[in-house]
Structures are given as structure tokens and as C-alpha cells.
């Protein structure tokens, strides 16, 4: 068997963007991945199936709700469910098939099956054992469910956000366990295509984690678009038969009184876990955190010498351009120069409409600490590009920054473009950069950008449109 410097287990963002990395860096590269296609979750079950249902159902919204303000008459398309899930699948299709290109293209060689780690060095796909002088684990999460709540995407009924992406028709009504990024953005696609959403959330907001007002004002974004939101409440079970489920919750503050949902469909969106089956990590003696995650030092070495994990199977946001940029940085280690990821800057994107972006520490994280800040805030309403494409009402971008040095700290943005928009902010952060620093850039107008701008100019004399 070959010889390898680096084996690299599964092909999600993580592992084949380690992958390319290494090569670039001369090491003699090969991925380990059992699926039939590379990619992992994010292309092949994640983000960019979501996106491109997103995407389609943004535009029948568009047609249904704006079309005829624009002057754009005539009926509104009718949904072929069929279509839109094999124009998904071609937008998987092609993202697959281009990293089948990228591995040619830098000589990585992809090893099919599932891998075992039967000792340091080796690494074992089937009836091969392969040499590796190291080993990446990027082996990725999968979706976790609760207490009485049973997941069977075969049988189409309560599903997770890979059945979700899959069903065999449009629901009449579905019910989302967890307000979530899943569950807001796959609530979001059915709710476009008609379906009647209802989402059922533990927390007393939406997207546990960030800012209240943030949460608030999304919150009602998305009731205004036909989502049905309850908050503070606990699923207590989900009761399925081969075409309907009753799912049955309580509110927190009143737990003895349970209340029961009809659906068609149930979306289990309470979060994902560590996919470590059958690496046979625990005859390795590779240490493990209590929450199931390999436990890794700062350069991603796991109490093993020679093999490193990334990504969903560590610590950290399971998010794929979190895994992008440690997958990277573990390569350029192995390679022995200096990986360096900045946790302190890695943006949040739910793909929403509009979109909603996070990056950095939050207003009540930092009250918390007991930090001086003040805010900048600016809503789109004055913002003209937005009001153009129908997208100012609601949403604003806000900056943090330290109230002394005005430097910035953090950032929430709920609007159009927010997660293209967020990256001048992430920037700005990485260089150290204060509000002001980004009032005194000339951002060209009209773009959403602008709002950027007068968020920061909120935090010195004040924006000029509000
Ligand atoms: P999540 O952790 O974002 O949300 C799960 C939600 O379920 C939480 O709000 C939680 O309070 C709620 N929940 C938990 N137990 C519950 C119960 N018994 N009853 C009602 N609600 C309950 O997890 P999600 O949405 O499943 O996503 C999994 C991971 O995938 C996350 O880490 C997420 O960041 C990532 N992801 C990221 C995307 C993006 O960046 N756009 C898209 C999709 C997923």
C-alpha cells in the first residue's frame, strides 16, 4: 500500500479543503470517504441543497407577493416539487463533481469506504491498511434528536434536515422541533411553498445565542411571512403513524398543560453531534471531551501523536467554513509552518430573507463581562437599495464596539446580503479596526453596504439617514 504523509478521514469542507491545502503543500495527500460523493454534509445534504430550495422558493415568493407591484402581471407559478428537487440535486451535482476535479487537478487520491484508525499511522478502509505518517479526523456530526422523539427519514414522516431535503411531496403542515438554523431555514422554504410551519422552540426566543433584539426583530420577520413560532415550550414526544404525527409540547411555564400539534411532517432541528462511529477512537485511547467531541490542543493534535481532528468532530461551532479554515491551518501545521485560526472572528449566517449575519461577541456577552461598549445601529428602512428590493422593513445592522477605543467587537446584521455583508465587518475586525475607520471608507452608493457604514457613523456623530 502507498505511502501517504497525510490521510485525511472524510470529504466534507473540513477534510477536502485539509486535503487541497496539504497538497499545495507537497505532502503526498489521500482522503478517506464512504459516501458515494465528496462533499460531505454540507454539499450533499446541508448547505447548499438548502440553498438552492431557498433560493427557488425566494423566487415564488417573490412572484407571489411582489411581482405584481413591480408590474410583473400575470398568474404566479405553480410548484413542481419534482423540478425543484432535481434542480437541487444538479446544484449538488455540480458542487460535488467539482471537488472530484479539485482532488485530480492536486493529485489527492480519494480511498472509497469507511475508515478505522487501527493504530497511529495507519489507517484501515475495508480489507486495506494504508501508512499515513499523520492522520486528520474530519469525520464531521450528525443530527441528534430528543428524548421520545424518534428520526425516520425512510419513512418520510418526522424527518431531520436530510429527510427534510427530500420529501415526497410538499406538507400540508409541518411542525419544526428547535428554532434553530435548520429549523428557521428549512421552516422558511415549506412556508414558502405553501405549507402551514409551525415551529416549536425550548428557548424564549429564536436562534439561542445571539442578541435579543436581534432575535425579537427576526422573530417577527418571520411570523410576518406565515411561520408560526412558539417559544418557551418543550416537546415532550412525537407520536407518528405512516402519514401524519401528533407531536405534543408545553409551554415552560406551564409544563402540566400539554398541548398537542397535528402534522404531516416533523422537522427534528435540536442540533447535531460528533460522528466518530467505528474510527475506533476509544481502543486508541484518543481523549474525548464530556460533550462527545475528540478533545484537541491549539494545533489540533489529539492526545494521540500524529493524528489531529477538525471541524464538527471538535470543539467550536459546527459551521463548514469553521472546519475550511481549521482544515487549512491543520495542514499548514503538519507541513510545519503556523496554522492559525481566529475563533474571535467567525461570522454566523442563517440564509434566510432576509438573511441575518453575526459575527464576534455580543452586546449582552459583553455587558456581561462587565466591558464598556455602545452601539451603533442602523435600520434599512433607510437604506434605498434595500426598500428597492422589498427587503428594509425590520432589519438593521448593528455594531459593538469598545466605548473608549471604538474598536469593534462585534456585529449582528438582518438583512439583504447580511452574510456577504458581515465580511467587511470581519475584516475590519482581523485588522483591529475602530467604527470610525469604516464611516471615513467611501462605500459606493446604492448598495446595502451603506447601512454598514451608517451603523458605524451611529457609533461616532451620527448616520445621515435615520
Ligand atoms: P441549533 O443548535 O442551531 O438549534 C437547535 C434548537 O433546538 C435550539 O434553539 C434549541 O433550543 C432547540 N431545542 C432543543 N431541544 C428542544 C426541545 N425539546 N423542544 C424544542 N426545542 C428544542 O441546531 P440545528 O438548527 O439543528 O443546527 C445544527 C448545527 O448545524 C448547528 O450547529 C448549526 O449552526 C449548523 N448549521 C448551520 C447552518 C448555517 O450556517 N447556515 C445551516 C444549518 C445548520
Redesign the pocket.
Known amino acids: 500500500m502507498a505511502q501517504y504523509d497525510v490521510i485525511i478521514i472524510g470529504a466534507g469542507p473540513g477534510g477536502y479543503v485539509s486535503a487541497i491545502r496539504c497538497a499545495q503543500l507537497g505532502l503526498k495527500t489521500a482522503v478517506v470517504e464512504g459516501r458515494e460523493t465528496l462533499g460531505g454534509t454540507c454539499l450533499n445534504v446541508?448547505?447548499i441543497p438548502?440553498k438552492a430550495l431557498l433560493h427557488a422558493s425566494h423566487m415564488l415568493h417573490e412572484a407571489e407577493h411582489n411581482f405584481a407591484s413591480m408590474g410583473l402581471k400575470g398568474k404566479a407559478p405553480s410548484v413542481d416539487w419534482k423540478q425543484m428537487k432535481s434542480y437541487k440535486d444538479d446544484v449538488i451535482g455540480q458542487n460535488t463533481s467539482g471537488i472530484e476535479f479539485l482532488f485530480k487537478k492536486n493529485k489527492i487520491d480519494w480511498i472509497k469506504g469507511w475508515a478505522t484508525i487501527p493504530a497511529a499511522g495507519k489507517v484501515q478502509v475495508g480489507d486495506e491498511t494504508h501508512d499515513a505518517k499523520n492522520i486528520v479526523i474530519a469525520s464531521g456530526s450528525v443530527?441528534s434528536s430528543?428524548p421520545g422523539v424518534e428520526v425516520d427519514n425512510d419513512g418520510k414522516v418526522v424527518v431531520d434536515s436530510t429527510g427534510a431535503l427530500d420529501l415526497p411531496k410538499v406538507p400540508k403542515k409541518l411542525v419544526v422541533?428547535?428554532?434553530?438554523?435548520?429549523?428557521l431555514?428549512l421552516g422558511s422554504v415549506y412556508a414558502r411553498l405553501g405549507s402551514e410551519v409551525t415551529v416549536?422552540?425550548?428557548?424564549d426566543a429564536v436562534?439561542?445565542g445571539m442578541d435579543a433584539d436581534v432575535q425579537r426583530s427576526f422573530k417577527r420577520i418571520l411570523e410576518k411571512q406565515g411561520l408560526n413560532i412558539i417559544t418557551g415550550?418543550?416537546?415532550k414526544g412525537v407520536e407518528a403513524t405512516k402519514s401524519k404525527a401528533k407531536v405534543s409540547y408545553a409551554l415552560n411555564k406551564k409544563p402540566d398543560d400539554v398541548e398537542v400539534l397535528d402534522a404531516d411532517v416533523v422537522l427534528v432541528?435540536?442540533?447535531?453531534k460528533p460522528f466518530t462511529d467505528g474510527l475506533g477512537l476509544e481502543a486508541l485511547g484518543v481523549q474525548m471531551t464530556q460533550r462527545g467531541q475528540i478533545a484537541t490542543d491549539a494545533h489540533w493534535k489529539t492526545s494521540v501523536d500524529g493524528i489531529y481532528a477538525i471541524g464538527d468532530v471538535i470543539e467550536g461551532?459546527?459551521?463548514a467554513h469553521k472546519a475550511e479554515d481549521e482544515g487549512m491551518a491543520v495542514a499548514e501545521v503538519i507541513a510545519g509552518k503556523h496554522g492559525h485560526v481566529n475563533y474571535g472572528v467567525i461570522p454566523?449566517?442563517?440564509?434566510t430573507t432576509p438573511e441575518v449575519a453575526t459575527v464576534g461577541q455580543t452586546e449582552a456577552a459583553l455587558k456581561a463581562e462587565g466591558r464598556k461598549i455602545k452601539t451603533g445601529k442602523f435600520m434599512f428602512m433607510g437604506n434605498a437599495r434595500a426598500k428597492a428590493v422589498h427587503q428594509a422593513e425590520g432589519g438593521f445592522v448593528k455594531l459593538i464596539v469598545d466605548a473608549e477605543t471604538d474598536r469593534i467587537l462585534g456585529a449582528a446584521i438582518i438583512g439583504p446580503a447580511a452574510g456577504d455583508m458581515i465580511h467587511e465587518i470581519c475584516v475590519s475586525m482581523e485588522f483591529g479596526a475602530s467604527a470610525q475607520d469604516i464611516a471615513l471608507t467611501c462605500h459606493a452608493h446604492p448598495t446595502y453596504s451603506e447601512a454598514v457604514r451608517e451603523a458605524a457613523l451611529a457609533c461616532g456623530d451620527g448616520p445621515i439617514h435615520s
Open positions: 446541508g448547505c438548502s443530527a430528543i422541533i428547535g428554532a434553530g438554523v435548520i429549523g431555514e416549536v422552540e425550548y428557548m436562534c439561542p415550550a418543550a416537546v432541528a435540536t442540533g447535531r461551532p459546527m459551521l454566523g449566517v442563517v440564509y
